[in-house]
């Protein structure tokens, strides 16, 4: 088990360094930094000056071996619009991100869950078909759609709810949350739901596919024989044969909520990282450009770590297979 994981991290090193190198291309290929720091009439000394400040004028492999160890210390540099250190600015941001992705996470595996087992054991009914014609909506409307759907019925409308930005928030140490203020959490719906509305729709459709798949199987056919209760056979055996498939969507779709909630963000004005971004693409940022994707991959690198070990409990054969020598 010890060797797995240690296979994957050298492997999630490797992503990190491909990534690097993309993110650090972003500086050389994407315009002249200078241009973004300096004004246009500013006299070619000065544009020298700055331009070895910034260490551009070093050899390419020094300036990469530069970029990759200040990253590894969270040092991106210096934003040229907002003229703040871009990690500054990024963990100002990121509270707002992780608390939409994380509720927008919850309502799609609670409800995806829940909506698959029942369309699995009941597919039949009235019910589940609803629940088929909400999931090819969820799946063929874009999210941009969704969150003005959303916003013209229940912001405009109804007036229930706010249309834009966090509401009320409280600072616990560099954290801020908008979980624990009633303005906050009337915030938070209409773009949880919008961000994970696709998710949730893909997970239930997963799950009633898989429930419908292991339903048919030998060893539930032998757990009825047993004279085991439909609860445990459904919920105790069925159930959790399906875990395997939805903890891979889960995990990367977790990756999917954090790196494109840009467009949800933009939609709702939500103050967090992927406004921010766009905000940098607006005005050719690229420090913050790059350190978003710097982000966003080491994001994905660590979920799919855990998603690997979470396959080998929920699994024991696997666990088996691990153990074998290549």
Known sequence: MLAFIVRRIFQAIGVLLAVGII???????????????????TPAAEREQVRRSLGLDDPVPVQFGRYLANAARGDFGVSYQFRQPVSKLLAERMPATL????????????FGILM???????????????????SLVGISLPT???????????????????????????????WSTGLLTTSGLMALIMPSITLGLFQMTLIMRIVRAEMLEVLRTDY??????????????????????????????V??????VIAF??????????????????????????????????????????????????????????????????
């Open 23 to 41: 993110a650090f291309s972003m500086f050389r290929f994407a315009g002249d930094p200078v241009n973004q720091i300096v004004s246009l009439d």
């Open 99 to 110: 608390e939409l992705a994380f509720c927008a996470t919850v309502f799609a595996v609670v």
């Open 116 to 134: 698959g087992v029942y369309s699995g054991l009941n597919r039949e009914s009235f019910v589940a078909k609803l629940f088929q014609t909400i």
């Open 144 to 174: 941009f759609l969704i969150g003005i759907l959303l916003i013209y019925l229940f912001a405009v409308t109804l007036g229930w709810l706010p249309s834009y930005g966090r509401g009320d928030t409280v600072r616990i140490g560099w």
């Open 220 to 249: 539930i056919k032998f757990a009825r024989a047993r004279g085991l209760t439909t609860r445990a056979i459904h919920f105790g055996h069925a159930l959790k044969n399906t875990l395997i498939p939805v903890i891979t969507i």
């Open 251 to 256: 995990g990367l779709q977790l990756g999917s």
């Open 261 to 326: 909630s840009i467009i949800t963000e933009t939609v709702f004005q939500w103050p967090g990282m992927g406004l921010l971004f766009v905000q940098a693409v607006q005005n050719v940022d690229i420090p913050i450009m790059a350190a978003y994707l710097m982000l966003v991959a080491l994001i994905f690198v660590l979920i799919n770590l855990a998603v690997d070990i979470l396959y080998t409990i929920v699994d024991p054969r696997l666990r088996s297979t691990i153990r074998q020598p290549a």
